[in-house]
Nanobody, 114 residues
Framework: QVQLVESGGGLVQPGGSLRLSCAASGFTFGSCSMAWVRQAPGKGLEWVAD????????YYADSVKGRFTISRDNAKNTLYLQMNSLKPEDTAVYYC???????WGQGTQVTVSS
C-alpha cells in the first residue's frame, strides 16, 4: 500500500534551517509529482512547493520562495524540503503529498520560536 512518512521536523530559532524528508513506498515514485503542504495552527492548508517526477520543474508559494528548496532522490524514493531563514510564521505541520492523488503522510511538526 501507499506510504508517505515524513521526518526532520523540530524546534528551531528564527533564521535557522531544517531539512524535511519524506520516504515514499507502494507506488512508482519517480513517475509522480510530489508536494509539500503545511497547516499552521488554526489555519487552513497551504500548498508550499511541488516538483515533477523528473525533478526538472519546481513550484513555490510566494511565502517561501527564495528560502525553501524542494528536491527528490528517485533512487531512494525520497522527497526533501530544505528550509532556510525560517520565520515564526513558518510554524506548521508539514505534510508530504502525492500530487493529484489523495495520499498524504502523517505530517511532521515544525516550530520556529526563540
Amino acid at each position: 500500500q501507499v506510504q508517505l512518512v515524513e521526518s526532520g521536523g523540530g524546534l528551531v530559532q528564527p533564521g535557522g534551517s531544517l531539512r524535511l524528508s519524506c520516504a515514499a513506498s507502494g507506488f512508482t515514485f519517480g513517475s509522480c509529482s510530489m508536494a509539500w503542504v503545511r497547516q499552521a495552527p488554526g489555519k487552513g492548508l497551504e500548498w508550499v512547493a511541488d516538483i515533477d517526477g523528473g525533478g526538472g520543474r519546481e513550484y513555490y508559494a510566494d511565502s517561501v520562495k527564495g528560502r525553501f528548496t524542494i528536491s527528490r532522490d528517485n533512487a531512494k524514493n525520497t522527497l526533501y524540503l530544505q528550509m532556510n531563514s525560517l520565520k515564526p510564521e513558518d510554524t506548521a505541520v508539514y505534510y508530504c503529498k502525492w500530487v493529484g492523488v489523495d495520499y498524504w503522510g502523517q505530517g511532521t511538526q515544525v516550530t520556529v520560536s526563540s
